[in-house]
């Protein structure tokens, strides 16, 4: 059964033939330093806020890291109710969740999830500092999927449950946008993840049977100027350098960063 991230229906939407160069024809590169830094240090602070949750020492985690303390306390301090447990409610960091549609299994890990017999909410923490765009973030499979998943997989009505994104690295302090959902936004959500999925079920199908390429993304689209696989696509004259094809490969991180940071 083929294992779904929110990352992967990101790329599968903007491009279905670069989904396929991703993950079908393994056509990435290694990270480059830089990116591995950033990455290391995103999970570097999950796994404070982890530690934090389950009540053990971060001391150590932080001593080394100035920068990281400051935006640890700075989080704290901007977001008391989340960050400070409520007797009323139960906490769980890094929660997993699996749900099977249509043969696949839809995966997402919650940073934070905060439950009563009232209400979830779903944290995420965003170790970039500028909010993307509200609407764009809404659309986001990642808040999609993360709501819908959680639906389908409790007791609680749309209605009753919200994602919030932290943004720890914000100036002057960390911000949130906090998304709600209803029945309504679930059935879209039902409709668009059955409509992509079945799409895949027919390209996976023609890839695997006769080696149909997967479709390319409308060039109106405007999204292969600098797409990594340009050339290969007979889109544009860029060329697959190591750069392009390590930007294709990070364009990924936040997610495989995701599943990566739940081991301690
Ligand atoms: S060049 Fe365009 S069609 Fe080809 S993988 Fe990139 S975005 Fe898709």
Request: aromatic content about 10%; charged content about 20%.
């Amino acid at each position: 059964m083929l294992r779904l991230s929110q990352g992967h229906l990101n790329l599968l939407q903007a491009c279905p033939r670069k989904f396929q160069h991703i993950f079908f024809d393994r056509l990435g590169a290694p990270v480059g330093p830089e990116q591995q830094e950033k990455q290391i240090w995103g999970s570097q602070f999950h796994l404070v806020m982890q530690q934090r949750e389950l009540g053990l020492p971060v001391e150590f985690l932080v001593r080394e890291d100035p920068q990281l303390q400051r935006w640890v306390s700075s989080l704290i301090s901007a977001a008391p109710d989340i960050s400070i447990p409520d007797p009323q409610t139960s906490r769980d960091s890094e929660h997993c969740r699996t749900l099977n549609f249509q043969g696949y299994l839809l995966t997402v890990i919650y940073d934070l999830l905060i439950a009563d017999n009232q209400q979830a909410q779903i944290i995420d923490w965003k170790t970039y500092p500028q909010p993307k765009q509200r609407r764009r973030l809404e659309q986001d499979w990642q808040t999609r999927l993360y709501l819908y998943v959680l639906a389908e997989t409790s007791d609680y009505l749309p209605e009753q449950i919200s994602m919030s994104y932290w943004f720890v690295q914000s100036q002057p302090q960390p911000q949130s946008l906090k998304f709600s959902y209803d029945r309504t936004r679930h059935e879209q959500t039902e409709r668009d993840l059955s409509y992509l999925l079945h799409q895949l079920t027919d390209w996976l199908q023609a890839y695997q049977e006769v080696g149909a390429d997967l479709p390319q993304v409308a060039e109106a689209a405007g999204r292969c100027s600098d797409c990594s696989f340009a050339v290969r696509c007979g889109r544009s004259a860029v060329g697959e350098s190591p750069a392009n094809l390590e930007s294709a490969a990070t364009e990924l991180m936040p997610d495989l960063a995701d599943i990566e940071e739940v081991a301690i």
